[in-house]
């Protein structure tokens, strides 16, 4: 059992890398809980309708994670190696990179994003309108395409910073972030203090205010603190990369950042699946989705953690740590995991009834979140899985067995049961989501052989 528990100084390494996360993450998605109740308060197609836009961002801000992540890898190995030139390369790749796939993303909203909203919405039951709630996606990615510019850029920033050993600023500048986010949206969707009365529109402003805010503090701090942060220095007076660094990170990152498309777009493609048994999946699928977002910040940072410390501890070339402190993560992880997931099945009924809504869709989200949290420890293990691999630059293993795993097993299970059984939604979604056991087992083998222990910057 030692092997799998560390000592005192062990968890206080990993709680100072993970905590700030999770602080940041936590309070993002509990300000995105408060306003998706704000939202919800004006009506379900109201809510519905940004839930299926915010899905849609998602697979645009999960590209540009994928994005600055395979230069991601290079910074925290630089910096392990205490590279300052090398740290700075990455960042100007991680910019260009990011610019290109907003372009892309703004492209793809502008001509064909009403065409995408309208996938989600099927007639079935008696809740809600297709045509309102289709008015009101509109209007809220109309302002939302905004957002996505300051989005990228604070990526470049925030996730140099972090894997360069600076978490708190990152967390600062989203907790100030989240809270501007928050008093905007009180006043612009309910028209307080003199205001009109925006509604969905009015939180889409909010949103995109407050990632303007946290864009100013977060790139602010890193030029004023150039002691501190040797690579912005001269960042901007050219954008030259070493042609090998773009090759090299092409090869490793190209994987990871059409893994993160593919990932994302599978989420929707699955939530798609889902919507086919009508509009009110579609709600109680959202309140479902808000309330777990908030208790998942523990795996999620923590898989972030694994990809900063194991990076740095390969870049300095201490293989058996980095394997020592790879076991010791998961088991930490997957049992927090198991401990937070009971937690929240327990109080799973609570959290619907502060929503506007029917009891048809209160029912369903409850379901929904019991469901969710029996998978959590499940979550947690292919989480802290996928950051190790990665870390060491195993970015086509990871390709595989994330993206190509969920389009191969998830989309067409819950396809083919979407569409040609009669299967309820409850069990139809608990398949879907527990087949993921099997990447367990596959994230379990590829750990056990050590296929992710590389030093990827020694040779760059």
């Keep these: 059992m030692k092997k799998y528990i560390g000592d005192k100084k062990f968890y206080l390494m990993v709680l100072s890398v993970a905590v700030p996360i999770m602080i940041q993450n936590g309070i993002t998605n509990f300000v995105s809980l408060l306003d998706n109740i704000m939202v919800g308060q004006i009506g379900t197609e109201q809510m519905s309708g940004v839930a299926i836009v915010n899905q849609l961002v998602l697979v645009f801000n999960l590209c540009i994670f994928g994005g600055v992540s395979g230069a991601g890898i290079f910074t925290a190995q630089y910096y392990g190696c205490g590279d300052q030139k090398g740290i700075r390369d ?6 260009l990179l990011s610019l290109l796939i907003t372009a892309a993303g703004l492209l793809v909203f502008a001509f064909w994003g009403t065409q995408l909203i309208s996938l989600y919405l099927h007639e079935a039951g008696e809740t809600g309108n297709l045509e309102a709630t289709l008015l009101y996606a509109r209007k809220y990615l109309r ?3 905004v957002e996505l510019v300051p989005f990228a850029i604070i990526q470049v920033y925030s996730g140099t910073l972090r894997e360069t050993g600076e978490t708190m600023l990152p967390m600062k500048a989203g907790i100030a ?3 501007v986010n928050l008093i905007l949206n009180y006043i612009l969707i309910f028209g307080k203090f003199g205001m009109p ?3 969905v529109e009015g939180a889409a402003i ?15 701090w890193t030029h004023r603190n150039k002691e501190r942060n040797g690579f912005i220095t001269g960042v901007y007076q050219s954008m030259r990369i070493p042609g090998g660094l773009v090759a090299k990170v092409l090869v490793m990152g190209t994987p990871l950042m059409v893994n993160e498309a593919l990932w994302s777009s599978g989420q929707a493609v699955l939530m798609q699946c889902y919507s086919v048994r009508g509009l009110s999946v579609v709600a109680a699928f959202n309140i479902s989705s808000t309330i777990s977002n908030v208790f998942n910040v523990v795996f999620i940072a923590l898989g972030n953690s694994v990809g900063i410390i194991i990076g740095q501890l390969l870049g300095a070339g201490k293989m058996e740590e980095a394997k020592d402190t790879v076991r010791k993560l998961m088991f930490f992880s997957v049992g927090g995991c198991a401990v937070i997931g009971i937690c929240l099945s327990v109080f799973a009924p609570l959290f619907p009834m502060i929503y506007n809504t029917t009891e048809e ?3 369903l989200a409850t379901r929904f979140i019991i469901v969710s949290s029996a998978c959590m420890p499940v979550y947690a293990f292919v989480n802290v899985a996928y950051f190790t691999l990665r870390s060491g630059g195993k970015t086509l293993v990871t390709f ?4 190509v795993y969920s389009w191969v097993v998830n989309i067409p299970l819950a396809y083919v049961l979407s569409r040609y059984t009669g299967m309820h939604i409850i069990p139809l979604y608990f398949i879907c989501q527990f087949i993921d056991i099997i990447k367990c087992m596959i994230g379990y083998i590829l750990i056990k052989k050590g ?3 590389n030093m990827i910057v020694k040779e760059t």
Aim: net charge positive; proline share 0%.
């Design 90 to 95: 990455t960042f100007r790749m991680k910019l």
């Design 143 to 145: 302002v939302m395409m």
């Design 177 to 179: 972030a989240v809270f």
């Design 197 to 199: 009365a925006l509604g």
């Design 206 to 220: 909010a949103t995109t205010i407050s990632r303007f805010v946290e864009l100013a503090i977060v790139a602010g």
């Design 361 to 363: 869709i209160r029912g």
């Design 400 to 403: 595989f067995f994330d993206s």
């Design 451 to 453: 296929v992710w222990m």
